[in-house]
Nanobody, 119 residues
Framework: QVQLVESGGGWVQPGGSLRLSCAASGTIFSINRMGWYRQVPGKERELVAVINSTGTTNYADSVKGRFTISRDNAKNTVYLQMNSLKPEDTADYYC?????????????WGKGTLVTVSS
């Protein structure tokens, strides 16, 4: 099993910045993709940004140019630097990790951290 511990959420005014962190522990070998999704009440969880073990990244169109995802493989940690935050970025942000185990992809999720953007 993989345990994910998120940190860095909170309240910020529009235009501000936050940095989310997610540290993975447990059975961490074969970790492939790491990333962040977000969800607001009544809506489906949506991809924010992911980064593969090779460093390839993918972002939602709504955050391109404002958010940057990175990972530290030595620390098994993924980060999300969020700049120029907007009220519509308000959501619960969930850390996501997958492992490749015998040609199967196994998903793991954090418990979520709330980001609130308001004046």
């Amino acid at each position: 099993q993989v345990q994910l511990v998120e940190s860095g959420g909170g309240w910020v005014q529009p235009g501000g910045s936050l940095r989310l962190s997610c540290a993975a522990s447990g059975t961490i070998f074969s970790i492939n993709r790491m990333g962040w999704y977000r969800q607001v009440p009544g809506k489906e969880r949506e991809l924010v940004a992911v980064i593969n073990s090779t460093g390839t990244t993918n972002y939602a169109d709504s955050v391109k140019g404002r958010f940057t995802i990175s990972r530290d493989n030595a620390k098994n940690t993924v980060y999300l630097q969020m700049n120029s935050l907007k009220p519509e970025d308000t959501a619960d942000y969930y850390c996501y990790v997958n492992r490749i185990v015998v040609n199967k992809i196994v998903d793991y999720w954090g418990k979520g951290t709330l980001v609130t953007v308001s004046s």
